[in-house]
């Protein structure tokens, strides 16, 4: 079971770096009328996510800049930025090498308790590490969604 997930993982990832290859920054940028967000905060927000529900609850050091908290956490938006987000060049990487650095880590250790359960917004409790792996595919699936959208509006911008 451990090798599906973290084979599913790649694959999650590997649609949300293709969805976004090729994009210039400036259309990166862009939040179209009706969106909170631009494409930037959304790939950001993925990894920042991903970093918590898959080193914090396992008790391990996340590979977290100290702004994204501030640039990608759940309320902000690109509106409210007081910094200079990463490039598009930085999250890819950040964005590819993640997975790898997740199943390095984890491992034979899915079945593991969480360092402490924790609760999303819906109000679904992660109670194990594999619980909490496999939620972040749903989260990824949300976002990549959103991504989507903002593509095909973003195109209509110019």
Same mark, same amino acid.
């Not at 996340?62 to 759940?74: D, H, W």
């Not at 909490?132 to 593509?151: M, P, Q, R, V």
């Given at each position: 079971?451990?090798?599906?997930?973290? /084979?599913? %993982?790649?694959?999650?990832?590997? *649609?949300?770096?293709?969805?976004?290859?090729?994009?210039?920054?400036?259309?990166?940028?862009?939040?179209?009328?009706?969106?909170?967000?631009? *494409? &930037? +905060?959304? #790939?950001?927000?993925?990894?920042?996510?991903?970093? /918590?529900?898959?080193?914090? #609850?396992?008790?391990?050091?996340?590979?977290?800049?100290?702004?994204?908290?501030? %640039?990608?956490? /759940?309320?902000? $938006?690109?509106?409210? +930025?007081?910094?200079?987000?990463?490039? %598009?060049?930085? %999250?890819? $990487?950040? *964005?590819?090498?993640?997975?790898? &650095?997740?199943?390095?880590? *984890?491992?034979?250790?899915?079945?593991?308790?969480?360092?402490?359960?924790?609760?999303?917004?819906?109000?679904?409790?992660?109670?194990?590490?594999?619980?909490?792996?496999?939620?972040?595919?749903?989260?990824?699936? #949300?976002?990549?969604?959103?991504?989507?959208? #903002? /593509? &095909?509006?973003?195109? $209509?911008?110019?």
């Amino acid at each position: 079971m451990d090798q599906l997930l973290f /084979k599913q %993982l790649e694959f999650v990832r590997l *649609l949300t770096i293709k969805a976004v290859e090729g994009i210039s920054e400036q259309t990166l940028d862009i939040i179209p009328e009706g969106f909170n967000n631009n *494409l &930037r +905060w959304n #790939l950001g927000h993925i990894y920042l996510v991903q970093e /918590k529900l898959a080193f914090q #609850l396992a008790d391990l050091p996340m590979q977290l800049p100290e702004s994204f908290g501030r %640039l990608f956490g /759940k309320g902000s $938006k690109p509106a409210e +930025w007081n910094e200079e987000p990463p490039t %598009l060049e930085v %999250l890819l $990487k950040m *964005l590819a090498e993640q997975p790898g &650095r997740i199943q390095e880590s *984890l491992q034979n250790r899915l079945g593991e308790p969480v360092t402490e359960p924790f609760t999303i917004s819906s109000g679904l409790t992660l109670n194990t590490l594999g619980e909490s792996l496999n939620y972040t595919f749903y989260h990824e699936g #949300l976002h990549f969604n959103t991504i989507t959208l #903002l /593509k &095909r509006f973003a195109d $209509k911008s110019f």
